[in-house]
């Protein structure tokens, strides 16, 4: 059982340009009083394939968290872009919310992300090089979940276990239809899903 559990993840500024700072406010359950921090991490994925091109945009603790909903504001610099090939620039990306305690990872939120021009004439014939400062991004609503079991330092009292049941049933929205799907199959799926559409919803 997880003592804490994601009910939502809001994006305060999407779409927005590429070059703009990722916004974002995190919201979730506690159902037993924690002895450390969390820790929140949000990373970009262009290459599926490659490993060291994945950027850790930003990073955060948070606590003490005291029982019950608990929010904070989340930001993150935007992808560095000499560390993005030219090819994995436009259509769709990967961005990875992640949460630990204790060095465990304990759930880890992955969104599609989808860049294109601001313009009709660069979407048909973009330029090369790519020009990021013309480039906008939209970031999809539905989040795909997976959750992982870590040693927790603290039991959860048995009068909350029923509760804490029902919470992580409704924890980020449409996240039980996603649940389990890692960071390859996320960027599987977008590529597959990126020469379909022209955005991301």
Do not use: H
């Not at 968290?65 to 259509?91: Q, R, T």
């Not at 969104?111 to 939209?138: G, S």
């Amino acid at each position: 059982m997880s003592i804490v559990t994601i009910r939502n993840v809001e994006f305060i500024n999407n779409p927005a340009r590429f070059l703009d700072v990722y916004r974002f406010r995190v919201t979730f359950d506690c159902i037993a009083p924690l002895m450390e921090d969390l820790e929140w991490k949000l990373i970009y994925v262009s290459s599926p394939g490659n490993e060291e091109l994945d950027q850790e945009l930003d990073d955060c603790l948070v606590g003490p968290v005291p029982v019950g909903i608990n929010s904070f504001e989340f930001e993150g610099s935007a992808p560095d872009p000499s560390k993005i090939p030219p090819e994995d620039v436009l259509g769709v990306a990967a961005l990875i919310l992640t949460g630990s305690y204790n060095d465990q990872e304990f759930v880890r939120v992955g969104y599609y992300q989808n860049t294109e021009y601001d313009n009709e004439e660069m979407k048909e014939n973009p330029p090369t090089p790519p020009l990021f400062e013309r480039l906008m991004r939209d970031i999809s609503a539905k989040p795909r979940v997976t959750r992982f079991q870590i040693k927790w330092d603290v039991t959860p009292p048995e009068q909350t276990r029923a509760a804490a049941g029902a919470a992580t049933s409704a924890a980020v929205p449409s996240a039980d239809d996603l649940e389990g799907d890692s960071e390859d199959k996320l960027m599987a799926d977008a590529k597959d899903v990126a020469p379909k559409q022209n955005g991301v919803s």
